[in-house]
């Protein structure tokens, strides 16, 4: 069965390298059915290119111009509610997506119905589209088939974070279960996508890069200058007193979406949440150490031995982080749970 597909693509201030991104567009063997473009705010001719390039598309193009900024994450959600086809594709304005990257992924949802979404890896270039030497994340044990079950907990074990929405698409059909009724939007868009949609349905993944994926200095969210010495890290966890906290976020994090998840109907495999139910376990008793350094190093070598730093860590590099530590006290506060949305009566006035 052939399916539609539309592609949510968000910008802002991105008239740059926007031309090409919507020509690499134009340039896929398989073109979408239509897409939707939601600008937030922009100052820039972001808009006017877009307008050009509506003025030829060989598909249709509704272009949403936001009377309040709405951020990354809520700008997302708006174009993914407006879209009207079987499958939505997420875009970032400053890509380029190679040829068959809308044929590659299609031709999973039509070849399997119980796919509900495909994955595609990415090659980062530079902003001449010249190909970083970046750190590669291992994925040699990941075939190109879905992931189901208790398969999809090990992806998300091993790339918890590295999703990011230009590498995302789903069948649009989830998107009620996904955000309707879901908690307050402070946890980024493409994460909260990416980490529930294991539970509603299997996962593919593509192995063979479609997406340059630009890195310029000015992206929304820029991992270019992280820096992956574990010496340096454990110096600067060290120093930085807040570090409890960035813990007690991913606390939170993996509360709000275990409990989510366990009150859904719709959910196929309950052990995605089960897995979260173990992140969220491993990141208090982590907070926990830090908080109570008398009984730091018995913690975590529970922990360690449990294996759970290894399922839901970066390994023995945050072990060591953990252990030398500054004892700090967890600011419960910190989480941010401020949402756009209850500024708004309802969901439908950000989508006009």
Sequence with gaps: MKLTSSIALITYNGE?????????IAQQTRLPDELIICDDCSSDRTVEIAEE?????PFKVRIYQNQTNLSFGLNFRK?????????????DQDDVWLPDKIEKVMDCYENNESVGMV?????????????????????KDFEEQPFSGSQFPDLLARRRFCWHAHNLSCRTRFRDALFTNAPPASIVFDQWLYRCMGAFSDVHIIQKPNIYFR????????????????????YNVIKRHYQINRLVEQV?????????????????????AD?????????????????????????????????NYKYCSKGFAEVLMDLF????????????TEDLLTKFKTFDQISK
């Design 215 to 234: 890195r310029h200095g000015n992206n929304l969210t820029s991992h270019s200058k992280h820096i992956r010495n574990p010496f340096v890290l454990l």
């Design 79 to 91: 174009a993914f509610f407006l879209a009207e086809n079987d499958v939505t594709f997420f875009c």
């Design 325 to 336: 530590a500054m004892p700090q006290k967890p600011n419960w506060d910190y989480f941010p």
């Design 16 to 24: 740059q390298f926007f031309q090409r991104q919507l020509e690499s």
């Design 53 to 57: 390039f509506a003025s030829t598309a």
């Design 252 to 272: 939170m994090e993996f509360r709000q979406i275990s409990d989510y998840l366990s009150n859904q109907k719709e959910i196929k495999y309950p052990q995605t």
């Design 119 to 139: 994955l595609s890896r990415d090659i980062v270039v530079d902003a001449n589209e010249k190909p970083l030497k970046l750190k590669k994340i291992v994925t």
């Design 275 to 307: 897995f979260y139910k173990r992140c969220e376990h491993i990141y208090q008793q982590r907070v926990n150490a830090i908080e109570h350094p008398f009984v730091r190093p018995w913690i975590i070598i529970k922990e360690l031995f449990s294996g």
